[in-house]
């Protein structure tokens, strides 16, 4: 359940909306002043804000400016100010969008959706970020011996460049390739094998055939 946060001082239109938020699923808090508001955020964590622009006291451009100096909580403006002038300045403060009064209730709630709907595939992709460590952290807590670790540095070096063979064999291993010598297929072999057990795809190093070796970011 979403909390809504309803800040204005017209007391009718504070009771009607909130019925009607209720009603449609939202867990509602009015409040008819700037400060007020400002307090609840500081005890409270809301998801959407609809802010009045004409409050006593404190106006809801400042209320704006100071909502998003401390929250990340987005601001729908409310207001009668209409004209091109105020949206700019409700932008400007930092209104996520803004109707102006009066509105249809419809519309109002379609504008909430939409807000709600992308602050959430914002916060989802952010934990997934959070909760995905980076590549270069993976590779670095695999359990790879001296020589391994220093042929994926190498090849991670030159990312997206195919490594002949020979190269690898003479700045890594410091021995010129023989035809017979199978000891860099069996490196490369061990690391990507731990890279699997570790939970990455062992195509982060690709193959060419008759060319070298390819180490890729991103793999499909």
Request: aromatic letters at 4%; glycine letters at 4%; charged letters at 25%.
């Amino acid at each position: 359940m979403s909390r809504i946060l309803l800040v204005d001082d017209d007391i009718q239109l504070c009771e009607l909306l909130t019925d009607v938020l209720t009603a449609e699923g939202y867990e509602v808090e009015c409040k008819h002043c700037g400060e007020s508001a400002l307090d609840y955020m500081q005890d409270y964590s809301v998801d959407l804000v609809l802010l009045d622009v004409m409050l006593p006291n404190i106006d809801g451009m400042q209320v704006a400016r100071r909502i998003c100096q401390r929250f990340a909580t987005p601001i729908l403006m409310l207001t009668a100010l209409a004209d091109e002038a105020s949206l700019m300045d409700g932008l400007q403060a930092g209104a996520d969008h803004y109707m102006p009064k009066p509105f249809r209730v419809p519309e109002l709630l379609a504008r909430m959706t939409a807000i709600l709907r992308r602050v959430g595939l914002e916060r989802q992709r952010q934990s997934q970020h959070c909760s995905e460590p980076d590549l270069s952290e993976q590779i670095a807590r695999l359990p790879l011996t001296g020589t391994e670790s220093e042929l994926l540095e190498y090849l991670i070096k030159n990312n997206e460049v195919v490594v002949s063979k020979a190269e690898l064999q003479k700045e890594v291993l410091k021995k010129d390739l023989s035809p017979f010598d199978r000891n860099l297929d069996m490196h490369i072999s061990n690391i990507r094998r731990k890279m699997v057990q570790s939970g990455l795809s062992k195509q982060h190093i690709k193959t060419i055939r008759g060319k070298g070796y390819s180490f890729l970011q991103m793999v499909s």
